[in-house]
């Protein structure tokens, strides 16, 4: 039986020089009718002029990404009766993070930009191109770069993004996820120029780990979990330290010390002798001590210290016979 | 009802009023809350960054401290609570894992079964305690104080791992604060955003801005007071709240509570014991609100 679903559809059209505005619309809707058979039953039936992008109504093409509600979304993998089971109308918007053109339509130039920088090709070294063996790959290796490879660049992470929110020059989800797929693919030779281009600092250590990405995400490429990736392909390499690392570290290093995070010592082991930034702290500082914010750097660690330390060992000595 | 408490570094390092509030809460819901002492940090979602098997290995001692006493845990941190459900729903879905993480915790003595689940308080006091018990149990009233309640992240995504609520349209905090009969703004669209906290050193830019939306979104609703149910959330809207104001050269002014000190204030504390003093942002006009 069908249902009526309420949509309310942002439009907007630059060549009419109109201001954006919201138009609604009602639908007669069947179970199992996604949002974008609704967007076309609305193109076909009601109003030829909406305008969205769309293709394969399969969830591979990628195109249809849209906000609903709120949040990006494939609209060809959205059923309309689960919108409505959580709101008690359907609004559309164009993705987040990008200029829009027409209606749903955004203009994903900064989204390409971004992926282009990485040089989104396997680099292989100078030996395995001479054309003398086939340079193959493995299952464990492939396993480690499938979820990157999986992505179909629809730019639902990159709408949802809460750092490219406020930071445009952040290089996004969709750019780091895909960098993890090259630094971690077994046959490219270019990790170090790779991990210097996404350890900058508005690469890997501007991603506030928000969620929304892994959120957003309709392909399991779960970003978030990608950049964590590289950040331990940072570190395994050796590469240069900065701010975000150390922040790491932080955390790192507390199981061999307390086993507790020493939050008045933390800004020091990041921050060092950076005398710009203490003295821009300097009164905000100065209470957190009077306010008792600011807990001793002596710590009691936690009981049974030595079994984290011990594990902290273990794992430590593991990995350098890995490594080796 | 009886719980291990797992209250995290900060509870017990720059935010002890989180953990006094906690315990005052616990006390008079009749809550029995047994302290992991010997737990370690869950890595806050930074140590795995590093080495996800020690982190994963530090966690599932942590469960198996847990498991050993028959208790499930309860977190009042939001990314302690993300950090341990992310380990831990990995280790109850992957044999191979588990067995391996295993062979390293039984160095130190433990074996991590599967036995155990983690709550966050909120979710305890909304489903285990029961809007309907608060009610009953309400000693002060919040009456015409307007709460903006923010979620932040890690108690609502990965939401299949979370699993307890619309992580888009969430609503226990705000149905805590009606029991309470406070006014809860519900249209309150920064409430499942970020803090920013976790970027604070390496892009103060984009932390300072993500703080300052927060911030003044609950303002332009009118709110007296935030409310939030992570001691972290409350280092970037309280403790940073002074360094917000000067980046973005305004004065904002809005108090933020942790959860359980605007609870056990409903349930009849004194506010003098749930050390408000300790925040950095100013208080004094919604104690007086509260008082009169």
Known sequence: MADQARFRIFRYNPEEGGKPRYQEYTVEICKGATVLD????????????VSYRMSCRSAICGSCAIRINGH?????????SDVLEVYDRIQLDPMANMDHIKDLIVDMEPFWTKIEELKPWLRPSSHDLDGSKEIRQFPEGFNRIKAAAQCIMCGACFSECSTLAVDKDFLGPHALAKGQRFVDDTRDADTVRRLNHLGQKEGIWSCCHCYECYKACPKDTKPVVRIGEVKEAYFKEGMPKSHGSKHVDVFYTAYKRSGKLNETTMAFEIMGLNLFWWMRNLTWGMKMQLKGKAPSPFQKPVEKIDEVRKLFDIARKRREESHK | MKYAYYPGCLAQESSTELDVATKIVAEKLGIELVELKAAACCGSGFANERDPLLNMAVNARTFAQAEQLGLDIVTVCSTCHGSLMRDLSHLKENEKLRDEVNGLISQVGYSFKGD????HL????????????????????LKGLKVASFYGCHILRPKEEMNYE??????????????????AIWDYPEKTKC?????????????????ANALQSAIERQADVMLTPCPICHLALDTDQPRVEKYIKKKLGIPVFHLPQLVAYGLGADLDELGLKRHMSNMKKVEEKLKS
Do not use: R
């Open chain 1, 38 to 49: 609704c967007l076309n039953e609305i193109k076909d039936k009601q109003d030829g002029t």
């Open chain 1, 72 to 80: 990006a979304k494939l609209a060809c993998k959205t059923q309309a």
């Open chain 2, 116 to 119: 155990v689940n983690i709550k």
């Open chain 2, 122 to 141: 909120l979710w305890v006091l909304h489903s285990d305690v029961g809007v309907e018990e608060l009610k009953k149990k309400k000693v002060n009233s």
């Open chain 2, 166 to 183: 619309d992580d888009e349209m969430p609503g226990s905090m705000e149905e805590i604060v009606e029991a309470f009969d406070g006014v």
């Open chain 2, 195 to 211: 803090c920013g906290y976790h970027v604070s050193f390496a892009n103060e830019h984009a932390a300072f801005t993500m703080m």
